[in-house]
């Protein structure tokens, strides 16, 4: 009994996946810890942690140092650092930081209530073991409040993308078995559950070394004919495996959302050869073609860098020429940062700071442009949203999200949190829209849509 009381506090950086993965963590501990929102009061302090870029990993060692005093007070508070940091870094995150009491990997999750009950008798340990298997896990427990989920489909990569630590921090590609997915997304639908994201490094290459194959759009089938899935997405997708099939399977999958983040990083085929793509521009815009000829409606995003070593000027306007002919409707960029143990962090040509900075400026000017137009285009039409809560820039105001997966802002009784709906598009910004809610016509009670 007295066990169950002892709480757990996580702090999390990166990506879907480690948001997931910080899941994972409460879910394996859930039999001793509980969650709690206040870091003062927790008897176990994890920090789940994001190796991508250079400015998240100094985060980490920052927040570390500012514990000091916490722990002073709090001796028996167990701090732990976990995620794609602490893989790289292992022993020497230890010597870091003195107090801190253990460091697990990317796989150590799942061998975590051992390692806090070691770390609780004084212990201070490190486990950054990558293996092949990875444990499935117990069905996850789903509150009755919880309308989206992220599912994670698989781990790791077998790519080495130059600029990337992921193969590194994360090991190969493993992908978890077809049968558990279902059930756990039936499972999540079951408790009344609308809308899952399914999330992997590379979700399209899914599949590979199953005892039973199944291809990532075989999944999506599956998924989709489970009664009651209103919305499915997925990330993050690697152009070379974006196979006609799946492409096809967008405006045919009722619930597959009209949405892909599909990440190109450069435009000029001498820089995405450098960086180990596997495609060219020609051929990654001619997936794109495919995308909206199957699928109209598709709206598209995207990762790019900018200033990868070698980049000339010339480079850098083939990536917004690709951008303007891709059309994307958002896009996530970023300066290079050289990461340890990827083959670019050697290349000897590396672009200069002030080059990056004023190239990244010229970018999101373009993209900006590129978003409002998108946007514009959406004004006027009426559209389904997911109600996800309150608007960041109004607390009067709900907001929601397309299944093309821009973010609508409009008034309307809060009842709606969780709910189908639809709007009426009403006003274009540069990072949202605005809607007019458009209620059920039938009814005056709040109904949710079949
Ligand atoms: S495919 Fe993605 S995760 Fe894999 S190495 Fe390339 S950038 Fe990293």
Redesign the pocket.
Known sequence: MVEAQRKLYIRTFGCQMNVADSELMAQILAPEYVLTPASEDADLYLINTCAIRRKSEEKVKSLLGSLRPLKRRRPQLILGVGGCVAQQEGERLLAFAPHLNLVFGTQGIYRLPDLVRRASTGERLVDVALKREIPDLPQRHWSSDRFQAMVTIMRG?????T?????YV?GREHSREPQAIVNEVAAFINAGGKEVTLLG??VNSYGRGLSEPVTFTELLQRLDDLPGLQRLRFA?S?PRDLSTELIHAFGQLPALCEHLHL?V?AGADRILKRM??GYTAAEYLAKVAMLRQACPDMALSTDLIVGFPGETEADFNQTLDLMRAAGFDQAFSFKYSPRPQTRAAAFPDQVPEAAKTERLMRLQALQNELTLNSHARLVGQEREVLVEGQSKRSPEELSGRLRTNQVVNFSGPRELLGCLTRVTITEAHPHSLKGRWVPPASTSSMQEED
């Not at 990569?157 to 993308?161: K, P, Q, V």
């Not at 600029?163 to 193969?167: M, W």
């Open positions: 990569c077998n790519n080495f993308c600029f990337c630590v992921v193969p994360r490094q590379n993050t690697h990440p990083q180990n793509r």
